[in-house]
């Protein structure tokens, strides 16, 4: 005949302990099953508390202390040139507008996981472009006007900058430091918590912003 043991006390001191956890604001993991009992979360979702705390592992835990209210991002866009020195084939081997629209696409998923989770951070999204041809624009123009994300595109005035920007780089190089010059001003005039520059050529999973 098994003997049946009792886990009742057991199960009664971890609760007890799990409490006490969470009154002195320390965070436990769970090994055994892949959770954290203090936070009811599983190790997978998302175990920072916004505002608060923010928990990584192995990191740990840091105590946040200026709050965030607004995350601006910026998006610098052209179409009509590949990378500068690239002299390799792209994933998926498409045109380079091609990847501009997936980027954005894939931004904008992003950010609307995000607004999900963190509902009082305001996002911003801004495309600011250099030389992209009409049509593109209008498709990029496109994508933005299909979301809830307020946002803004900029076309880049590249005559402005010959002044600002020293002779004697490539077309490609020359446009790619004006828009980055935009983008700093930008961000510069513009008060906001968070700042995120990125390019036209980084597919953003679904947790990325997150």
Do not use: W
């Amino acid at each position: 005949m098994k003997k049946i043991k009792n886990t009742q006390k057991t199960n009664f001191l971890k609760k007890i302990f799990i409490k006490l956890c969470r009154l002195i604001g320390f965070e436990i993991i769970d090994q055994s099953n892949f959770s954290s009992p203090t936070l009811s979360k599983d190790l997978n979702d998302t175990l920072s508390i916004q505002g608060k705390k923010s928990i990584t592992i192995p990191l740990g835990q840091i105590d946040i202390k200026n709050k965030i209210n607004s995350l601006k991002i910026i998006v610098r866009t052209c179409t009509s040139e590949l990378i500068m020195d690239q002299n390799k084939r792209r994933i998926f081997d498409e045109e380079k507008n091609e990847y501009t629209f997936r980027t954005l696409r894939s931004l904008i998923k992003s950010i609307n996981k995000a607004a999900l989770i963190f509902k009082n951070i305001k996002f911003h999204l801004i495309v600011t472009d250099t030389n992209s041809p009409k049509e593109d624009i209008d498709k990029i123009q496109e994508i933005l006007n299909k979301s809830d994300i307020e946002n803004k595109f900029k076309s880049i005035d590249l005559d402005g900058f010959k002044n600002k920007i020293k002779s004697g780089y490539s077309k490609a190089k020359f446009s790619n430091m004006a828009n980055f010059y935009s983008s700093l001003m930008i961000a510069k005039e513009e008060s906001d918590d968070i700042l995120y520059f990125v390019e036209d050529d980084y597919l953003h999973s679904e947790d990325a912003i997150t």
